[in-house]
């Protein structure tokens, strides 16, 4: 009993040397629910309308001699890439996660089969069986919808057949609005539907013009039948629109109960499950998650006083039962104020969890660091004076400040990226990446008031500074 004590008082004392914590509980989050209710996203209706689509597009291209390709498979199949991305200037580690495949099972309702023989797919007791892929965005899907965070991309080089813009792209529930959309055909004959898109956001390009893979289509929405914002990537392999032959789906995903087709049409296969750190963040109050269609409020911020309660977040995809999170909170010389693990219970194909302290008093650049399986998010916040930065980056000032326009960055390193933050924390302005560094800013879009510029420079250093717009 007496070496017993002495190891757990050993343990104890090195626990407290070391920042060492034993399984802190968040203060909140849990499982993100995407489409909770399975709603089917494509009325029989509008199906039917798409597929009408597409042939009238392949009929008009085909009578005005500008179909590109005729449709007849010739050799191997078309190599689909991941068909959305960030926008530029966006700082979550990944956007999205997904909510359900095609659904291989014709038997209804509740009776899935999905490409893995798992169920991450759905149908409804009116006899849809879902018949496409649907990538929602995460975290923050409606303020990352409002600020065209996440694009819609081509997944392979083809010619526009069809398109529609301008349609209502708020929908929250089963409705029959028709969708924002693009279809795409390709060299091997497959056409590939890109649907849900932004109201205004989709591609300028005309029916029958010719896009690149990679290529920007429009910004994930949702329009139509919807239940928040999200990409319904649809394939076909053959599309029957001359009398002959019939409309041929396509699961691009290679599994054991994929009845459609052998092998993968993506050019590098996500695993079906696919943990991921989607954001580790820091905030001034825990976010919001309101009522669809209303933008989330991320209460997210860099900035805090010595002692002020701040929140510390993860936001996850395809979180695993049976893992662990890695949690660290690093000072800023370097040691661990905490370092735990958090035990994960369940699968949730998107979660979040968040932890408050209010201890934090020493200034300087903090680290906020998340691993899971693997990968590491490490993610800086500054407690105490704003100006103050590395003393390698002291000679750094910003001019005129009280500014109306533009502002003048004069430094002794080279600024590789700058950001603006409002009072709240929310990102209004990003640079990243100029080959001679970062010298000026058009900040003329922005409301008079008060931001904060945060730069960093080609050694690593990083300072923020208090701006004025007048």
């Known amino acids: 009993m007496k070496s017993k004590i002495t190891r757990t008082a050993l343990f104890m004392t090195v626990a407290l040397a070391t920042g060492l914590m034993l399984a802190q509980e968040p203060a909140g989050g849990g499982e993100y629910k995407f489409n909770e209710e399975k709603l089917s996203c494509v009325t029989p209706e509008q199906r039917t309308q798409m597929m009408m689509d597409i042939r009238d597009g392949i009929s008009l291209l085909k009578s005005q001699n500008r179909l590109a390709y005729d449709g007849q498979r010739r050799g191997s199949h078309m190599y689909f890439s991941w068909p959305i991305r960030k926008a530029d200037g ?11 495949y095609l659904d291989h099972n014709p038997n209804y309702p509740n009776q899935l089969t999905d490409y893995n023989c798992g169920t991450t797919t759905y149908d409804t007791e009116s006899g849809y069986n879902h018949m496409g892929v649907d990538i929602y965005t995460w975290p923050f899907p409606w303020l990352m919808m409002d600020n065209n965070e996440v694009e819609i991309i081509a997944a392979a080089p083809g010619q526009i057949l069809y398109k529609y813009d301008g349609l209502f792209d708020r929908s929250c529930s089963f409705n029959n609005n028709f969708w924002n959309t693009v279809y795409i055909q390709h060299a091997d004959g497959s056409v590939v539907a890109y649907g849900h898109m932004k109201n205004g956001s989709v591609t300028t390009k005309s029916i029958g013009e010719m896009v690149e893979e990679g290529e920007y289509l429009g910004i994930v929405g949702s329009s139509g039948n919807s239940t928040g914002p999200h990409l319904h990537f649809e394939a076909y392999t053959e599309i ?19 009845s459609l087709n052998d092998d993968t049409w993506w050019q590098n296969q996500k695993p079906y499950r696919n943990p991921n750190i989607n954001a580790a963040l820091s905030h001034n109050a825990p976010p919001v998650f309101p009522a669809c269609p209303n933008q989330e409020t991320t209460n997210a911020s860099n900035q805090f006083d010595p002692g002020q309660m701040l929140y510390l977040s993860v936001f996850l995809r395809d979180q695993e039962a ?3 999170l890695n949690l660290k909170l690093i000072k800023p010389d370097g040691t661990f104020m905490y370092n735990w693990n958090y035990d994960l219970t369940d699968h949730y ?12 008093t020493i200034e300087g650049e903090w ?15 500054n407690i105490g004076s704003l100006g103050v930065g590395d003393e390698n980056f002291n000679a750094t000032a910003v001019y005129p400040n009280p500014f109306k ?21 929310k990102q209004v302005k990003t640079i990243a990446n100029t080959p001679e560094g970062i010298r000026e ?3 003329e879009k922005l409301s008079n008031g008060v931001y ?17 717009k007048e």
């Open 349 to 360: 194909s998107s979660s979040w969890w968040y932890w408050n302290f209010n201890n934090l």
């Open 405 to 425: 326009d533009f502002i003048t960055i004069s430094s002794n390193q080279t600024v590789q990226k700058a950001t603006v933050v409002d009072m709240l924390g």
């Open 90 to 100: 966006v700082e979550y580690n990944d956007v999205w996660a997904i909510s359900g």
């Open 322 to 324: 049976g893992t662990s």
């Open 240 to 258: 029957e629109w001359n009398g002959e032959g019939q409309d041929v789906l396509l699961d691009p995903y290679s599994g054991p109960c994929n």
């Open 441 to 443: 800013i058009n900040l």
């Open 452 to 468: 904060f510029l945060i730069l960093e420079s080609d050694l690593g250093h990083r300072k923020t500074i208090r701006l004025i």
């Open 367 to 381: 680290k906020w660091q998340v691993t899971y399986l693997g990968q590491t998010v490490t993610h800086p916040f």
